[in-house]
């Protein structure tokens, strides 16, 4: 058992001190930083088998085993059993279909593959049908087409209720035609049905999205190439059918596309991701809470990684496979796992009353805390010129 240190309603002032003639942004936001024994990522050693390498493919949990799907190229279905840390094949996609560029999603025994594209870089094209993964029988069926107006890929793409939501995407692959959308579609497999939804707030592609709470969560991807990232993260609430913008001190802390994301409790967690700023796929790991509107900042990833999907299963995030660069290689292999150790909590609830009061050549930063478990303390950051440099630290009281 975690022993778990606790503190509730604790109040931070920190000054930063800035310098005489230079103009400085202050990023207003305190992350929370987590001890590598309480929360970490492991790299995991396979006892049976291994993952083949691959990158913009699936990875879905289907009755506690997760399948490894698509990629560029064509490539077999792969699972692999946390129970005994083992991989297996299974079937290859009909057709040797190479489906890449999609967020997988299962209902019951069924795996769908949907708002995908294939072809190779950079003219690809949105797969017209809908394709289903039968696990009980390991058989792909190619179901309906999908409505020719709301055909992409690279979308975010979720399971809720019994249907699937697919939101954003792109057409025209890479290539010069290629166009961003705002489409959001509810697709029932129980009736083979599309209806329209009102648009999100605004095109993007190369995204993945979550549902928390009833509400469907979009934060990353980008609306044209790699400089063309997107901060704000946009929400649909299903009850209220509407579409909102959480606030800009809630934007996304480091932009980029090709991220994974899953929900843990109240918390959107997205993670890797590749951008414009390095060649190095991101490692970085952000966690959002859906209720103070705060980012967190988690232990890093690893391996970076972009180009691949997240499964949170059982108290753990696991990821595999993606790209190490932006691009598309190399192709990894590396099979990693987050231990929330069951409190979806996280140490952190930040309150939403961040204050910053400039005072000569320095800055009063006052900000609280609603609860703290096992909190190490807090990095203060500055953004200068579009680089966040850390300036200070305050430890936790909690």
């Known amino acids: 058992m975690l022993s778990k240190l606790s503190r509730f309603n604790s109040v931070y002032q920190k000054v930063l001190s800035v310098s005489l003639g230079v103009s400085v942004v202050v990023f207003c936001t305190a992350f929370a930083v987590f001890s590598p024994n309480i929360m970490s990522w492991r790299l995991l050693q396979n006892d049976t088998g291994a ?229 190095d796929a991101h490692d970085e790991v952000h966690a959002l809470d859906t209720n103070s509107l705060q980012w967190t900042t988690l232990e890093p990833l690893s391996v970076g990684r972009h180009g691949t999907q997240a499964v949170y299963f059982d108290d753990k995030i696991y990821i595999v496979a993606g790209a190490g660069e932006r691009g598309g290689s190399p192709e990894l292999i590396a099979h990693e796992v987050f231990d929330t150790m069951g409190d979806t909590n996280l140490p952190v609830e930040l309150a939403p009353d961040f204050e910053a009061v400039a005072d000569a050549n320095s800055v009063l930063l006052t900000w609280s805390t609603l609860s703290e478990t096992n909190n190490a303390g807090f990095e203060v950051q500055r953004n200068i010129e579009g680089e966040f440099v850390t300036v200070g630290f305050v430890s936790g009281q909690g």
């Open 51 to 279: 993952p083949i390498a691959r990158h913009e493919n699936g990875y879905v949990e289907v009755n506690g085993k997760f399948y490894l799907v698509g990629g560029r190229g064509t490539h077999s279905i792969q699972v692999y059993n946390p129970a005994d840390s083992s991989w297996d094949f299974k079937a290859e996609p009909p057709n040797n279909i190479s489906l890449h560029h999609f967020q997988g999603a299962a209902i019951g025994d069924t795996l769908y593959v949907i708002a995908a594209y294939n072809g190779d870089f950079p003219n690809e094209t949105a797969v017209k049908d809908i394709y289903k993964y039968d696990v009980p029988s390991d058989t792909w069926v190619i179901g309906s087409e999908i409505p020719f107006s709301r055909r992409r890929a690279s979308a975010g793409v979720v399971a809720h209720n019994g249907k699937i939501y697919v939101v954003c995407g792109s057409t025209g692959g890479h290539g010069s035609s290629s166009s961003r959308t705002a489409l959001f579609d509810e697709y029932n497999p129980a009736t083979d049905s599309w209806t329209s939804l009102p648009n999100a707030p605004r095109a993007r592609d190369h995204v993945h999205a979550a549902v928390i709470n009833n509400k469907l969560y979009v934060a990353g991807g980008r609306n044209g190439d790699l400089p063309d990232t997107i901060a704000e993260v946009d929400v649909y609430d299903f009850g209220t059918g509407q579409w909102s913008t959480l606030p800009s001190s809630a934007n996304f802390p480091i932009q980029r596309s090709g991220t994974s994301a899953v929900a843990v409790g109240r918390f959107l967690v997205v993670m890797g991701g590749e951008s414009i700023q390095q060649v």
